[in-house]
């Protein structure tokens, strides 16, 4: 009895030691990765996923087109998805599973070879995912624009998105989209019913920064389950920690390592070069809990995991991810000095190492890895897991235009780069005369600001401001008297909108004053300025980035730029003066352009 009862016991608990085991096993075309939580199909020619089983619940949409987890570069006659790719199983025992899809370049718009990678381990709920592009010397001038992995999610019932504290929200169900009113922008339907009934419905409705995210997705109230993107490192994406773009939006998880939305940068590799680029990994994490606020929680602490161990010491024998003893790691302290300002500092400040080309910045660069942390309390920073080689030092912070740069910081594997103390004298043109909103790259803190994601919602600021707008330094508030974008005024014979800053000056200057303009985003803009009563304008400005669309594609920012314009000291007047702004561009309702800052300083 005893023996009987021991040997149903040893064959119980081998049997459960053996149920989250990594099992690969390979038909025809497709190859299925199971750990006894979590079940993969990979259709191995198109690198894509048909089937996720969480605990036996499909997490792939598995009705319409594309209903898959696939990658693809660019639009149009340029689109490609990966064909005819070669199968290899990278790694595989009871531990864990890595597989590849390796799609040559063979004439295709873009000269790049494109290896896709699904890795399961032992006991997870996520697959992990990574991709390597890769140019040999052998092949000829290209470039990349759009380049991203998308997940079809299922089409249930009671789907809340969450994205951040402003996109959290129970989505539409499938037959709300039904009955959904299209518009104009083929991209966004006007709901009817449900419970999003008289909102638009967008894409672009989501996008954010995925550096501030961390993860985002949707979970599945009825069922209980969560299906996330997860983020731990961010060194393979490009445009530094202002770059935004799609990430969850209806059914569907996008992530964006390369796209012009927004006016991103664009991989270019010359001909005759050798370049590649390791694009991961990040999770496609499945949770249950048991209700949406809980996924959501649980969905962020994975966030902290996976942050922790990148890199990750189960990658190996990939040139381009390096471990972590061959990495590097670089610690200082930013101090601000700002003779206007004496109580602003560094905390929270942006930290970050880049490679740009001669003469680029971080914001358009994406060939190379960036480094990003933010500083402590106290300025201190630490950027650790750095590939070797020399970069270039930046931050930036809320309450400062511009930013700090430092060249020439050399990394070299297994050690410390210890900068010390890292002095940024915020320039200034003169005494601060006055100043709107705060310098932090965003138009967040003017009017409409926190609801920037609506669907046409420049259609209601001529319900809300007149015409001209008007701004009394020393009454008015940016919050309530600024508004976050100036575009053309009305719903369908759109005008020009001038908006008039209002100000005094005890007396009249004998020297001539600088207008900062920093500028969150632009698009075909055209600013006009007018001091006082002349007719003709002082000068007319054209920001140095423009681009991107964000005011259609409903962001609170682009591409950053910083304006100067001087003027000339008889120009202004004791008393009362009058600077009017006027975005002269009104072709169509994309053309804007969206302030972070204005200041108004006398030499």
Known sequence: MKFTFLLIYLIFFTSLARADEVRLTEQDAYAVIDNGLLSVTLHKASATLSSMKYRGMEMIDQSGRRQNVYFSMDGTTRYRQPKNAVFTV?????????VSCHNAWKGKAQALDIEIHFVLRRGDTGLYAYAILDHPATYPETECSEWR??????????????????????MPDPADYLTAEKTPIKEILKLTQGPRAGHYDCKYDFNASYHELGCWGHAYAEKKTGAWIVCGGYDFFNDGPTKRDLNAAAHVNHIHFGMNHYEASRIKVKAGEKWSKIFGPYLLYCNTAVDVPAMWADARERVKKEKAQWPYAWLTDQPQYPAAKDRGEVTGRLIIQDAQKPQLTAANAWIGLAQPEPEGNWQLESRHYQYWTRADAEGRFTLPSIRPGKHTLYAYTAGAVGEFTKANIEVTAGETTTLGDLTWQVPHHGKLVWEIGVPDRTAAEFAHGDVYFQGFLWQRFSNAFPNPLDFTIGQSTAAKDWNYAQCGYGKDKLQPWPWRIHFQLDAAPKKDAVLTLAIASAHGARIDLHLND?????????????????????????????????IPAAKLRAGKNTLTLTQTNVKGPDRHVMYDYLSLELE
């Open 534 to 566: 002349d007719k003709k304008p002082l000068t007319t400005v054209r920001p140095t980035q423009h681009g991107g669309n964000a005011l259609i594609r409903q962001s609170i920012l682009a591409k950053y730029s910083v304006e100067h314009v001087r």
């Open 90 to 98: 990278q790694h595989s025992t009871a531990e864990m599973v890595d």
């Open 149 to 170: 992995m998308v997940w079809r999610t299922p089409p249930e019932t009671h789907d809340w998105i969450c994205v951040d504290a402003l996109r959290h929200w129970r």
